[in-house]
């Protein structure tokens, strides 16, 4: 059992040592590479989690809301306890505090600001996915033309092997490979947390229209102005 496991170090060693050699045939541009899909990682990983979390809590917030054909106080004050942490939270709240004092227009335009204040937050750091999408495959470029520098350096060395040239440019265009593999993996992972941002934006939107809905004719008449009800008196018996 001895014989497998030395046999396996040595391989994992021998690897190591090929990926150090690729690495510096780039001039350390793999290197940068590979902090680049780290990032890149981290931010799928902390967005798909996010998004998805938030995702489906916000359709259990949605049903809740669609179970009530009024919402009154109480019932938006049950639906923001509820909703804790999630972007719905924002828009019952400003229900809440405007249900006494706008209807119709005002009270949409209200939610909308709410909504236009909460859009940034949910696609925050994609920016950096996309960032990595156009800067990987550069940088892999970068790293293959410095390896071919290496290689095709070879020839001004007397009593050169043209096999030496050939696998010098065979380790250059790996740069290239890992710069395109890190941005087709970036494409994939943006387009699919964009998706789920529009889906969460939907579902705002929706949120929105269900407190309009649900809301339009509670708002009381705001109280007159003291002194309107003697004018009012007055203008009566003037008459």
Known sequence: MLYPAAFLMEDARVTY??????????DGVLYVLAVVLLIALAVM???????????????TIIRETAAHSILTHADLSGLL?????LPEAA???TAIRHLDT???ETMANRLDESIMLIAPQLDRRLWILDTAVTLAPL??????IIGMFHAFSVLAQPGHAPADVTAGVADALVATAFGIFIAMLGLAAFNALSNQVRLILHQLDSMKMMIMNRTDGLAVVPPRQPGAASRTSNELATA
Do not use: C, E, N, P
């Not at 040592?17 to 690495?23: D, K, M, V």
């Not at 990983?45 to 359709?59: A, C, Q």
């Open 102 to 104: 706008a209807t119709g």
């Open 91 to 93: 828009l019952i709240d």
């Open 45 to 59: 990983i902390d967005r798909f989690w996010s998004l998805r979390v938030t995702m489906i809590r916000g359709k």
């Open 139 to 144: 940088l892999g470029l970068f790293g293959t």
């Open 17 to 26: 040592s090929y990926i150090i050699h690729l690495a510096d045939y780039s």
């Open 81 to 85: 306890r509820q909703a804790t942490g």
